[in-house]
């Protein structure tokens, strides 16, 4: 039997349960209530309220300008709408890169305030005594390695990251460090297939990818571009299970339509 259908909150011990008994990982991003919703009804195991509601929602070309602030809404709607699946969120940038500090004060406040379940954090060995002292109040993280998009003024790119040995070297070094010091899961973004697949068999803790192949312990979309929302974002990696967009249009085209025809509201639709 899954490990996740006997269950009535999937928790971080959950997850770790999936990966030793060989059953992947769901997870897509959520934003707002009604879709946490309509996903958590659907059986998916986590919901990532990550900072990409940026770009798809507020329309940023990268996930840099959304604040501490903006992620606690998001993430409260969503913790609202969950009442099975677990709850991640990603700490923003600028809250969690200074001292191990200021990126506790972070933790507990999105903690708090968002009514979220673990934290998700883009980094490796550079942020590890961070991680470790928000792990050690008690506070569940999740590791980000790869393409991490906040990084994206370092790297200059959105493109497959770790390709050359240097840097898959650092990538299996730091993937170690972070289940070393306590993290629960690392998503591995936009990184070789053959690579994913050797980190996710040298780790005890689950693997989820994004663009990086099915060795993975589990998998993330973004729920826009899985919905087919997001019209002209077409990675590889990705699959649309609908058209969404698409579909808005021909409806709000039609609801106008009958609008100025006057055939919208009908004598069943007044009072």
């Keep these: 039997m899954s490990v996740n259908k006997i269950i009535k909150r999937v928790t971080t011990n959950t997850i770790l349960a999936m990966k030793a008994n060989g059953e992947k990982v769901s997870m897509l991003t959520a934003y707002d209530y009604s879709t946490a919703r309509a996903?958590?009804?659907a059986g998916i195991d986590v919901l990532l309220v990550g900072d990409s509601a940026a770009n798809v929602f507020a329309g940023y070309e990268t996930t840099l300008p959304i604040t501490l602030d903006n992620m606690i809404y998001h993430a409260s709607a969503v913790a609202r709408g969950a009442k099975r699946a677990l709850v991640l969120v990603d700490l923003p940038f600028g809250e969690y890169q200074g001292t191990p500090e200021d990126a506790f004060k972070s933790a507990v406040r999105m903690m708090k305030e968002s009514g979220s379940h673990a934290l998700k954090l883009e980094g490796g060995a550079e942020i590890l005594d961070n991680i470790k002292k928000i792990i050690d109040a008690g506070i569940p993280v999740c590791g980000h390695l790869g393409l991490t998009p906040q990084s994206i003024n370092k790297f200059g790119t959105f493109g497959v990251r770790a390709q050359e040995e240097t840097e898959a070297e650092k990538l299996k070094s730091d993937a170690l460090a972070l289940q070393e010091v306590g993290c629960f899961a690392i998503v591995l973004e936009k990184i070789p297939a053959k690579l994913a697949t050797e980190v996710s068999?040298?780790?005890?803790i689950p693997t989820i990818g994004i663009g990086a192949g099915n060795g993975c312990d589990g998998q993330v979309l973004v729920v826009n571009d899985m919905?087919?929302?997001?019209k002209d974002f077409k990675p590889k990696f990705l699959r649309r299970y609908m058209e969404m967009y698409n579909g808005i249009v021909e409806a709000a085209t039609k609801y106008a339509e009958n609008v100025k025809s006057g055939d919208y509201p009908n004598e069943t639709e007044q009072y």
């Design 39 to 41: 996903l958590d009804e």
């Design 201 to 204: 068999e040298s780790l005890s």
């Design 227 to 230: 919905l087919g929302f997001t």
